[in-house]
């Protein structure tokens, strides 16, 4: 079974600033998505940015860009100058190719400081 | 833009009562999920369904559980006899179609329904 593992609970960054989030994952297949979603207090669950393994080429969505290491198995988000809305629960999700459901991590909880 | 809608946002119910929570996906989706997310947990699968039938489930989903399409556009979420453990927050999700080059494969949440059972 795939597992996907976050291993900051919380962080913080300073308005403006770049932070790292980091997961891993552990899977067996070749073909699969990779995803962070952010919560924010209202608990809506937003896609901020995603991978498709087959890719090469990191995504980036604006502030948003990820570090996908396949080998290592590595995908880490990073946040570049970050804002007050920034502020949220950060989720790594994996979904295998097909119909399958995603596996989320235990989230990171981000706090952006003035 | 479309989104996947759910009511009610909050429902407060006794315990043993049954639920029914209620979304409507994204109207040329065909894949369904429901997740739930107890309190400072994770988000934890617990049905997808496809072309009228559940084509996966998680443990979590027991007898206890089952969900519906009624109508082609509702989909629906009932717990027949709830617990105290049922607390959480529901969401559903819908995707389009299979992923791969030639489709979409993101879900699409939305923005949930806090289940309060007491």
């Known amino acids: 079974a795939q597992t996907v593992t976050q291993s900051q609970p919380e962080m913080s960054v300073q308005e403006a600033e770049t932070v790292t989030l980091s997961c891993t994952y552990d899977t067996s297949e070749n073909n699969y998505y990779l995803f962070w979603y952010k919560q924010p207090p209202s608990r809506q669950m937003i896609l901020v940015i995603r991978?498709?393994?087959?890719?090469?080429q990191n995504a980036t969505e604006n502030r948003f860009s990820v570090n996908f290491q396949k080998a290592a198995k590595s995908f880490s988000l990073k946040i570049s100058d970050s804002q007050l809305g920034d502020t949220a629960m950060y989720f790594c999700?994996?979904?295998?190719?097909?119909?399958?459901?995603?596996?989320f991590g235990k989230g990171t909880r981000l706090s952006v400081i003035a | 833009e479309p989104e996947v809608t759910q009511t009610p946002s909050h429902q407060v119910t006794q315990m043993g009562q049954e639920v029914i929570l209620r979304c409507v996906p994204i109207?040329?989706?065909?894949?369904f999920y429901w997740y739930r997310q107890i309190l400072g947990q994770k988000v934890e699968f617990l049905v997808s369904?496809?072309?009228?039938?559940?084509?996966?489930k998680s443990e979590i989903f027991d007898d206890q559980f089952s969900v519906e399409r009624p109508d082609g556009s509702n989909f629906t979420l009932k717990i027949r006899s709830t617990k105290l453990e049922d607390s959480a927050m529901y969401f559903c999700?819908?995707?389009?179609?299979?992923?791969?080059?030639?489709?979409?494969?993101?879900?699409?949440f939305g923005p949930g329904t806090r289940l309060t059972v007491t």
């Open positions: 999700a994996f979904m295998n190719s097909g119909n399958t459901p995603l596996v």
């Open positions: 991978q498709e393994a087959y890719k090469q």
């Open positions: 999700a819908s995707r389009h179609r299979l992923a791969g080059a030639m489709g979409s494969y993101e879900q699409y």
């Open positions: 109207s040329n989706h065909l894949y």
């Open positions: 369904f496809y072309n009228n039938e559940i084509s996966e």
